[in-house]
């Protein structure tokens, strides 16, 4: 087994009477010290659940449309570009929506 890391941090827990007897059994059959169990654990499901939101698995089928998504050539967005070159409000204070402009935003960005 590789080296050992120095602990430096602390972590406090609050838990039931009950629950420490638990992982303390539990710790004694794995033949590891209460510390090393619950650290032990605590990481294994932290890593479980962290791959979780990591990692996707899709069907051929699925992943076949991904990567024509990607492939594909993007979209015109005609309004979408004007307003992307249309200088901004928030650079130009003197510059102030008109009535609609909002909602004309709106269907841009749809």
Do not use: Y
């Not at 539990?26 to 605590?42: M, N, Q, Y």
């Not at 962290?50 to 089928?61: H, I, N, P, S």
């Not at 967005?77 to 003197?94: C, G, K, T, V």
């Amino acid at each position: 087994m590789g080296r050992r890391a120095k602990r430096t941090e602390k972590l406090d827990l609050r838990l039931t009477a009950r629950a420490k007897r638990t992982l303390q059994s539990a710790a004694e059959v794995s033949h590891k010290t209460l510390s090393d169990f619950v650290i032990e654990s605590a990481l294994a499901r932290a890593d479980t659940v962290l791959a979780e939101r990591q990692v996707f698995r899709v069907d051929a089928e699925r992943w076949a449309a991904f990567l024509a998504a990607l492939d594909a050539a993007p979209r015109a967005r005609p309004r979408f570009a004007m307003l992307l070159n249309e200088p901004s409000m928030l650079i130009d204070p003197r510059r102030r929506l008109r009535g609609g402009a909002i909602s004309s935003l709106v269907g841009v960005l749809r």
